[in-house]
């Protein structure tokens, strides 16, 4: 497919012959890191499901959320994987505003990371134009490598890895992690990534499943994953809400515990948040949850 003369410039590598998830994702949250053929696969899916624009902005939202309510606690490192284009509200945007508001001076240190070179390449401009290079970074790796991507983080000389870290897994799993055999390791690398924290430290997952949602969002979810697998770069994968609390492990789930997205503490939205008005929680189809290593 050609560009569009509204395009971002292409990074090289990049490949734009099919829509990526991450990009797609962006567009549906009003980014500008996607291009003609994401925008077109975005909006056929909205045409499809209109609802999940809202799905997205609610994910955005407790993105948002868990960062406050985990700076609050005490956490001064933080590992975003899949973190797509740290657009307005990212992660160490929010850490700060949230010390800022407490009095306290900001010192949170945030790791990106992403294997989407349009992701990484947009962050890294993002970084360089408005962040802390002391405070924060961005690196291309892969969450189906969980050792050679938690040595790369460390390597960025920002998290310590004997003190707490947040790992958050925020709309990430739902798209399928293949092998060489093409079968998904995603909560291989997950039980993994929660060996390499250090006790205390906090892992945050959120999951699309098409479990106890209404029932006429079922068929949407199911021709969602369809289009999803035949039309883009990656596969979709809907787990079961017992699946999802599974790749957890033994960590123990900090209250709320395991609910729908608008249900995570939703008294830490921000002083700009405008909260996505949901009939009912289950209309979010996102399960999430938030467990701390013992």
Do not use: C
Request: proline fraction near 7%; avoid cysteine.
């Amino acid at each position: 497919m050609s560009e569009d003369k509204s395009d971002p410039i292409r990074p090289d590598g990049v490949d734009l012959n099919r829509p990526s998830v991450a990009r797609v994702y962006d567009y549906y949250l009003g980014g500008t890191a996607n291009w003609a053929v994401d925008r077109d696969f975005g909006d056929r899916v909205l045409s499809k499901f209109p609802l999940l624009r809202d799905i997205a902005l609610s994910n955005r939202q407790l993105l948002n959320r868990v960062v406050r309510h985990l700076t609050k606690r005490g956490v001064r490192q933080f590992l975003d994987i899949g973190a797509g284009v740290p657009t307005a509200g990212n992660t160490h945007q929010v850490a700060d505003e949230t010390l800022i508001e407490a009095g306290a001076t900001p010192d949170v240190r945030v790791v990106y990371v992403d294997n989407d070179p349009v992701a990484v390449a947009h962050a890294n401009m993002l970084l360089n134009r408005e962040g802390d290079a002391s405070r924060q970074a961005v690196i291309e790796a892969d969450l189906r490598n969980p050792d050679e991507l938690w040595r790369e983080a460390i390597d960025t000389q920002l998290l310590d890895p004997n003190e707490p870290v947040a790992l958050l897994l925020i709309a990430v799993l739902h798209v399928h992690q293949p092998d060489a055999d093409g079968n998904d390791i995603g909560p291989e690398s997950v039980a993994r990534f929660r060996d390499l924290l250090p006790r205390g430290s906090y892992l945050a997952i959120s999951h699309i499943t098409d479990e106890a949602v209404p029932e006429a969002l079922s068929a949407k979810l199911a021709e969602l994953k369809r289009m999803y697998d035949e039309s883009s770069s990656s596969n979709a994968i809907w787990r079961t809400r017992e699946q999802i609390a599974a790749l957890l492990g033994d960590f123990e789930v900090i209250n709320p515990g395991w609910t729908w997205t608008p249900d995570w503490h939703p008294e830490e939205g921000g002083p700009t948040t405008q909260p996505v008005a949901f009939h009912a929680s289950n209309e979010a189809v996102v399960w999430t949850g938030v467990g701390l290593k013992p």
